[in-house]
């Protein structure tokens, strides 16, 4: 069995971290699988533009063509020059090269990854765009490399749906921020997913197994102490949107198409139910 059919519901949380991480070094290889929605509609720009991106695209080409994406964290972030950001899950570094662009010469921008894969990737597109204020730390985004109270933003692109212990990434949102910090992160949500899609890895990996819902991401952010919490731009993703995040897993990791139509039938079930939106917040000043 591989990992991409395996059930999840018998692994540990590291045991999910080290999966996730397998994926993404092999989706960076092949760039696509992406979680945004049009990802299976080349050219990945196209999909990297459905995420919300426009003109940061042309500037930043390589990167974009390694994103993956469900939204666009700072596109109407206030982020201001001299600030500190930091990108939980910072992939190939798309926003990592944006944050740059915003802070300047003055900010800092914080990218932290789990993938080595991903991170050698984001410093290589960090340092061909001449941004040395862009620093990639290896680390979980559930016990963050970064001092308490050190940025004013925490940024994300569809990551935190991947962990096993999301209190525990809201725990560490409030812990980095300054008082008044504030939070922009792109996620996907999903109400009541079936248990055979919740178990599939394949749609875990992908981004969509791993997703809570609207209200329990709200709850969840105020729970651990951030305020003015709210959600927007909200995109559902149709059945074909979830195939092409699923089946890419899947064809990578080599499954037959008997188990690929299996998890598609499942898949049709939730169709509808799937989004990407956007949270934002602050904590406490
Ligand atoms: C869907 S990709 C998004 C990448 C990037 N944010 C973007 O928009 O292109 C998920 C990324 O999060 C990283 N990741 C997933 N779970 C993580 C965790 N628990 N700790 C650190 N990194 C994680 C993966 O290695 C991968 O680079």
Redo the contacts with the bound molecule.
Sequence with gaps: MSDATRPMNDLSHEEI?DQ??KS?AKALTDSQG??TPACCEPPAATAAKVAGYGDELAQHTEAGQS???CGNPLAFAEVQEGETVLDL????G??LLIAADKVGETGRVIG????DE?IEAARANAAKAGHGQVEVRK????ALPVDDASVDWVI????VN??PEKERVFAEIFRVLKPGGRFSVSDIVAEQLPESVRDFAAAYHA?IAGAISETDYVEGLRAAGLEEVSSSERFEYEIEHLRGLVGADLDRAGASKEELDAVVAELEKVAGTVASVRLSGRKPA
């Design positions: 971290r996730v991480a993404y992406c979680c994103s993956f994406g899950g910072s992939g190939a798309l926003d932290v990854d789990m993938t991903m680390g979980v985004i559930e994300s692109n569809c990551v991947l962990s981004c």
